[in-house]
């Protein structure tokens, strides 16, 4: 399974980015997918995680700036990100739970993606 991320750069405080991440390969479903971050010093945390009824979780963060979604049939994912922060500075990583033809749960993560919001 590949992940392919794109979509970060640099945005001033307040400004808005769009992250996607198509999944593709030997996969028979995709459980949940989502993007983790991780700032310098700090420990990779959770941003917000999509299962594939739909169901969200979101760091407390970022709620109400962040949406996740996505799209089942494109096996995509796509982080909108408002009202960015300085400290929403972090390398970006989508995160896939998959189920794969012979049924076994495997998960994957992508290169990462660096978004820098400046001041």
């Known amino acids: 399974v590949q992940l392919q991320a794109s979509g970060g750069g640099l945005v001033q405080a307040g400004g808005s980015l769009r992250l996607s991440c198509a999944a593709s390969?030997?996969?028979?479903?995709?459980?949940?997918m989502g993007w983790y971050r991780q700032a310098p010093g700090k420990q990779r945390e959770l941003v917000a995680r999509i299962t594939s009824d739909g169901s969200t979780n979101y760091a407390d963060s970022v709620k109400g700036r962040f949406t996740i979604s996505r799209d089942n049939a494109k096996n995509t994912v796509v982080l909108q990100m408002n009202s960015l922060k300085p400290e929403d500075t972090a390398v970006y990583y989508c995160?896939?739970?998959?189920?794969?033809?012979?049924?076994?749960?495997?998960?994957?993560w992508g290169q990462g993606t660096l978004v820098t919001v400046s001041s």
């Open positions: 390969g030997s996969i028979f479903g995709i459980n949940v």
């Open positions: 995160h896939v739970l998959v189920t794969d033809y012979r049924l076994r749960q495997l998960e994957y």
